[in-house]
Structure formats: structure tokens, C-alpha cells
């Protein structure tokens, strides 16, 4: 049944730049509010919540995937690109929840996953069917295998979430999966899919929506040879453009052609890339040919430390300026651990290969290696330092509660494919994905009426949004103070390192309206320049700014 789009709100029509410094809150529907009562976030979840999106000051929202899924990956393996799942909602209540935000002054930007469909997507189950050569199988990336009669895979590769990246069907032919098997990759050299993709895109634009991130954004172009380089082969290949999966050149038609889409909208479509690519290659997906933004993932890698944070942030300004876009700033989201609980762990320097998981266990082993307090104080100062920075910042549901990763879920309990997929090594990244607190007490501490789908510890009662709501020290006070006052000293997206005092442990830069912020990374108090004290993450102690602090000033 079609029906028809819901007229886009005219409150927000017009102004083409709103995403380039704009503060984006990233919704996992499954995981935020449940109205029904399932365990299971929803859109009318969601759209009960918007009067909370409206007092913390966000400007839009970006919404994980909400499509018919057997949640195989969370989301992430779609079975119809151009629904709603029917455990989260309708087709209805989507245009209810786009015109309810857009009344609310908040945009809209929704998951687009071109990389790849989920097995029961009705492209796949037709390619199933079909014999090896058909066109349906075309759409996918089908290979015969090797050995005597075919039961080796074509090649050895392994999968972003462990084990083989190729699955057997029973016919004897093999495809492609990068991630989990229920996750078949497209060809993207299939003019179907191009085309399919971009009335995806055009469908979602008619309802009003805002924007796209685009998942695995330098993964969809492959050039895959008949005869396969092994994994070896293929890690040692340089990653210049003309790699056989990874950012190649020619993912860039590709987006040349969706631009034309978000050309057909006033004001133009969005879109950001989430492409883990070397960062002197970012700026080919922000480029306003293309996508137009891309994430920046430094600042999550980094640990809290002035002299890498003042790296990156120059980096980053300057690799804006040359793409013309705006950077991104993120320090959480649905796939690594929460940055409460990163900075409460001990540093991985210049270790950049240490995974999550095993970051984790760093915490959840015999010598529990994480101090919460001193992760959440640090977290608050380095998101007041995010805050005052040019460009957009993407925040991740519950940050704003200061909540830490969920270390306590039973294995029987988890859901993430890579936990399953590398037995030991990996806990996987249900722990940041546990639906938040609402209420001190009741059922699902006020997530749903019946048990959350991933359990909930002890402890979120005190971290929940009514435990923390009329609290002015709370993190939750913090972000919505910040977030008005971002509003109000927001100017040209540039800044000025104040060099008398970002000396040693100290960082400290202005905006052209006289925002001064200053972030103390060390252990002892500093001395803060003179001017009107604005918003501090941390009381300041005598005057003096003190460890693991940020405040922003109005210089005198
Ligand atoms: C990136 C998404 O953020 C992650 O959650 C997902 O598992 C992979 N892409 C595969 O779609």
C-alpha cells in the first residue's frame, strides 16, 4: 500500500548550509524508546521523545536503520529498502515522525546501506533461485569455487566480522559477503542496482527527509579479477584508489550520479560517508560533486591527549577547507565502546590496531582495568572541546547521560555477529547498544513497559534522564547548556589556537565571536585566561581550571 508523503514542513525549508555546523544525535530506533511495550525501540517511541530532542537543542537527528530486517546485524542487513519494519513501525508513522521533528525544528537524516542487502531481500532470494550466470544473480557477486568440484571458496578472504567472507549455495556457487553471511554484497558494475539505489534515495527525499549517512560508503565500487589475490595478498595492496574492494576512484561515479538526486531537492539532499579510508583520501567523498561530508574518526581514536587532539583538529579544518565542506566530530556511536568508558581505560598511544573488544577486555578481565569517574569527567571535557569546534558534531543516544558501555550481558544475551563470528576475541558491540533510562526505577527503567531486548544493568537508574533532569551538575544539564549556548556563539568555521596558553597539557582556541575554550588534559590546575566564565565541565577550584576540565569563556 502506498501512501501518500507527508507535506515537509515549511519551518526548516531554505537555508542550504543547515548541516555544516549543525549537532546531529544519532538514534538506534531499536534502542531508545519502546511506546509498545515489546522490547523493542519504535518510531512512536521516538516520536513521544522529540519534546526531549527539543530541550537538549539538536539540531537533527540521524536515525540508524529502521527497514524490515532480521537483525542479523542490528539493522544493517535490509530486506526492503523502502519500508519500515513492522516491529518498529509504518509507513505512516514514519511521515507522522518527519513532520512531528521538522514542527520541532529538527531535521532528519536516515541510514542509507548500499554496500550490501540482507539475504532475504526479495534481489537475493530471487538470485537463489536463478541459475549461476542468470541476471539475478547479477546483481550480487557470484563466483564458482575452487578445488576438484568446487568446494573451496574463490578465495580466502575473511569477513570484517570474522570467519570466510564467501558462503556456498546449494547449487555450488559461492557470493561475496563482507560482513555476516545474511549480508551479500551488491555489484555495484549492475545497472539495476545503480538505478535502484537512486529511486531509493528519491523515495525517502519525496517523504522529507533531510539527509543520508551512507554506510560503508568506500566499499560499494569492486573490480574483482577472475582469478582472486588471497588475503595476504590483498592487505598488502596499497590503497590508492584502484584497490580491488576498498575506496576506489570509481565509487566516486557513483556518488557523482547520486548528487544529481540531492540536486533535485530545495534545498539539496545531504549525505556524509562513513568511509574508514586514509584520511588525505576524506576529502573525495565530501567533495560537493559527491556526498558532499564525510566522517572524520580521529578524534574517537585518539586517546585524551593535547597534542593529538590539537593534530587532528588542525588536520581536519584544513582538509575541510580543501573539499569545501565541513569536518565531523565524533567521539561515540553504535559500533565502539562508549567514550566514558574509552577514557577510563588506559591509554593505547600510538597502538591504533588494538581493537575494541580487546580494549574491553582490558576492563572486563581479572584486573578490571577501568576507572568510570575519571572516563566520565574526561568524556565531558573532551565533548565541551568537541562542542566549540568548527564543523558538525555527531552525538550517539545516552552520551548525553554520561552513560558507560554495558560490560554485564551474558553471552546468551548478545546479539552482535561479531561476537559470534570471532569466538573470545571480540565482546562485540551490544554494550553500547543497551536502550537507554528514562526512570530511576520500573520496568525498563521507562524504556518500554515490558523487558528492554538487551538487558539493562543496575546501575542505569541513577545514569537516567529523570535522575539527571532537574540536576545542574548532571551530564545531561551539561550537554543541554551547551548546546543552547553552541547555538548563540556559533559563527564562520574557523578558530585561532591561543599559543600563550595551549603550552604542555593545556589547549586553548577562540572563534571569531569571542568563544574562548580552554581544556585542561593534565593533572593539575591551570590558570584561566580573563573573560566572562560561560560553561565549565567540571567546578572550577579556586578560580583555576582544574584536571580533565574544559570551560568556555567570553573573551574579556
Ligand atoms: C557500519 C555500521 O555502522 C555497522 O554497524 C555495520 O555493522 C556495518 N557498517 C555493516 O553494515
Not at 38 to 55: C, V, W
Not at 136 to 149: L, S, T, V
Not at 229 to 240: G, I, N, T, V
Not at 524 to 552: C, F, K, N, Y
Request: hydrophobic letters at 40%; proline letters at 7%.
Amino acid at each position: 500500500m502506498t501512501i501518500a508523503p507527508a507535506p515537509a514542513a515549511t519551518i526548516l525549508a531554505g537555508d542550504a548550509d543547515w548541516w555544516r555546523q549543525a549537532s546531529v544525535y544519532q538514534i538506534y530506533p531499536r534502542s531508545f524508546a519502546d511506546a509498545n511495550g515489546d522490547g523493542i525501540g519504535d518510531l512512536k517511541g521516538i516520536i513521544s521523545r522529540i519534546p526531549y530532542l527539543s530541550e537538549l537543542g539538536v539540531d537533527a537527528v540521524w536515525l540508524s536503520p529502521f527497514y524490515p530486517s532480521a537483525l542479523a546485524d542490528g539493522g544493517y542487513d535490509v530486506d526492503d529498502y523502502r519500508d519500515v519494519d513492522p516491529k518498529i513501525g509504518t509507513l505512516a508513522e514514519f511521515d507522522e515522525m518527519v513532520a512531528a521533528l521538522h514542527t520541532a525544528g529538527i531535521r532528519l537524516i536516515v541510514d542509507i546501506v548500499p554496500n550490501h542487502s540482507s539475504d532475504r531481500h526479495e534481489w537475493f532470494q530471487a538470485a537463489l533461485a536463478a541459475p549461476a550466470g542468470s541476471p539475478e544473480r547479477d546483481r550480487y557477486i557470484f563466483r564458482d569455487g575452487k578445488g576438484e568440484n568446487g568446494e573451496l571458496p574463490p578465495a580466502d578472504w575473511t569477513s570484517i566480522f570474522g570467519g570466510p567472507a564467501w558462503t556456498r549455495v546449494a547449487d555450488g556457487q559461492w557470493y561475496l559477503h563482507n560482513f555476516a553471511p545474511e549480508q551479500p554484497d551488491f555489484n555495484w558494475r549492475n545497472e539495476e542496482v545503480r538505478q535502484d539505489f537512486r529511486e531509493t534515495l528519491r523515495f525517502w527525499s519525496d517523504r522529507g527527509v533531510d539527509g543520508f549517512r551512507i554506510d560503508v560508503a568506500h566499499g560499494l565500487a569492486k573490480d574483482l579479477a577472475d582469478e582472486l589475490p588471497s588475503q595476504a595478498e590483498l592487505d598488502e595492496l596499497p590503497k590508492d584508489g584502484f584497490h580491488p574492494m576498498w575506496d576506489r576512484d570509481d565509487v566516486h561515479e557513483i556518488y557523482a550520479e547520486w548528487r544529481e538526486v540531492f540536486d533535485e531537492y530545495d534545498p539539496p539532499r545531504i549525505a556524509v560517508a562513513e568511509a574508514w579510508v586514509e584520511a588525505d583520501r576524506r576529502a573525495r567523498y565530501a567533495s560537493a560533486d559527491g556526498l558532499g561530508q564525510a566522517f572524520n574518526f580521529d578524534l574517537l581514536e585518539a586517546d585524551f591527549d593535547a597534542d593529538q587532539f590539537r593534530e587532528i583538529v588542525s588536520f581536519n579544518l584544513d582538509l575541510a577547507a580543501q573539499s569545501g565542506s565541513s569536518t565531523t566530530w565524533v567521539f561515540s556511536n553504535h559500533d565502539v565502546v562508549r567514550h566514558a568508558t574509552r577514557y577510563g581505560l588506559p591509554p593505547r598511544g600510538a597502538d591504533k590496531e588494538v581493537k575494541q573488544g580487546k580494549e574491553w577486555l582490558l576492563s572486563g578481565g581479572s584486573e578490571p582495568a577501568l576507572d568510570a569517574e575519571i572516563g566520565l569527567r574526561r568524556a565531558r571535557a573532551a565533548t565541551l572541546f568537541e562542542l566549540a569546534l568548527p564543523g558538525s558534531a555527531y552525538l550517539y543516544q545516552g552520551e548525553e547521560l554520561g552513560l558507560h558501555e554495558v560490560a554485564e550481558i551474558a553471552p546468551e544475551a548478545r546479539q552482535d555477529p561479531t561476537f559470534f563470528r570471532s569466538p573470545g576475541e571480540d565482546v562485540g558491540r551490544d554494550g553500547c547498544r543497551v536502550p537507554l533510562p528514562w526512570t530511576r526505577e520500573g520496568s525498563s527503567f521507562g524504556f518500554g513497559s515490558g523487558d528492554a531486548h538487551l538487558p539493562q544493568p543496575e546501575w542505569f537508574g541513577a545514569s537516567s534522564v529523570e535522575a539527571q533532569d532537574d540536576d545542574p551538575s548532571s551530564t545531561l544539564s551539561l550537554y543541554r547548556r551547551a548546546l543552547a549556548l553552541r547555538h548563540e556563539l556559533q559563527s564562520d568555521e574557523t578558530l585561532e589556537w591561543l599559543e600563550e596558553i595551549s603550552t604542555g597539557n593545556v589547549l586553548a582556541f577562540s572563534r571569531p565571536s569571542g568563544w574562548v575554550t580552554v581544556t585542561n588534559f593534565g593533572d593539575e590546575p591551570v590558570d584561566l585566561p580573563a573573560g566572562e566564565v560561560l560553561l565549565t565541565s567540571a567546578p572550577l577550584e579556586d578560580g583555576r581550571l582544574p584536571a580533565a576540565t574544559t570551560a568556555w569563556l567570553r573573551a574579556a
